[in-house]
């Protein structure tokens, strides 16, 4: 079982920026996937941002290119996604999520999921 804890969330004005960290905990070997998925009132969950863990290679929707970095630290535990040039429609509860299959780091399909944190933009 992982278990993982998002902080970080609040409200900024639009072109501002903010970091989100997630701590993980509770597995024996290290989730091999990590990422951020966003949902916002009435929209379906989206994939964000994902990590290979053993490597550091990552991805990025392309509603996020240029502007938010996924990273991790592996020594912390600690997943982070830092979101540059913040706009209204990044409005949305973020999620950090890991799984352990190989399947899973092609996709947007986690068995773990943090509880979120509220990322608020105003314009």
């Known amino acids: 079982q992982v278990h993982l804890v998002e902080s970080g969330g609040g409200s900024v004005q639009a072109g501002g920026s903010l970091r989100l960290s997630c701590l993980a905990s509770?597995?024996?070997?290290?989730?091999?996937?990590m990422g951020w998925f966003r949902q916002a009132p009435g929209k379906e969950r989206e994939g964000v941002a994902g990590i290979y863990t053993p490597n550091g290679s990552t991805r990025y929707a392309d509603s996020v290119k240029g502007r938010f970095t996924i990273s991790q630290n592996l020594a912390k535990n600690t997943l982070y996604l830092k979101m540059n040039s913040l706009q209204p429609e990044d409005t949305a509860m973020y999620y950090c999520?890991?799984?352990?299959?190989?399947?899973?780091?092609?996709?947007?399909?986690?068995?773990?999921w943090g509880q979120g944190t509220q990322v608020t933009v105003s314009s």
């Open positions: 999520a890991a799984d352990s299959r190989l399947s899973a780091c092609g996709g947007w399909d986690f068995a773990y």
């Open positions: 509770g597995y024996y070997y290290r989730p091999i996937c």
